[in-house]
């Protein structure tokens, strides 16, 4: 499985971003995939943002984003998406998006087997 994670940019705080993770390869089956959104800021650990089980019946996100950030996924596009809005010059960091094949949601870097390249976000005025 290879991830492919796009959309990143600048913008002013109090804006909006949508972020992409497309997957592609052979041998899988995206509606079996749980997709992790992580972001790792500059002498920071990496850390997780959102994720969405291949169920997509769970999701989770973590404090910090929580009215703000919505993960979603099309399977039938094999992308996912992470929607953020009310940006602020916190959200400032790399972000990536992660896979799992097997049913989930989880924060923890170590759970997820495929990992795309990161795009970069940048909040400010």
């Known amino acids: 499985v290879q991830l492919q994670a796009s959309g990143g940019g600048w913008v002013q705080p109090g804006g909006s971003l949508t972020l992409a993770c497309a997957a592609s390869?052979?041998?899988?089956?995206?509606?079996?995939?749980?997709i992790g959104w992580f972001r790792q800021a500059p002498g920071k650990e990496r850390e997780g943002v959102s994720c969405?089980?291949?169920?997509?019946?769970?999701?989770h996100n973590v404090d910090s984003v929580k009215g703000r950030f919505t993960i979603s996924r099309d399977n039938a596009k094999k992308t996912a998406y992470l929607q953020m809005n009310s940006l602020k010059p916190e959200d400032t960091a790399v972000y990536y998006c992660?896979?799992?094949?097997?049913?989930?949601?989880?924060?923890?870097?170590?759970?997820?087997?495929?990992w795309g390249q990161g795009t970069q976000v940048t909040v400010s005025s």
């Open positions: 992660a896979a799992q094949s097997v049913n989930g949601c989880s924060f923890q870097r170590e759970w997820y087997l495929y």
């Open positions: 969405v089980a291949n169920s997509d019946r769970l999701t």
């Open positions: 390869g052979s041998g899988f089956t995206f509606d079996y995939l749980s």
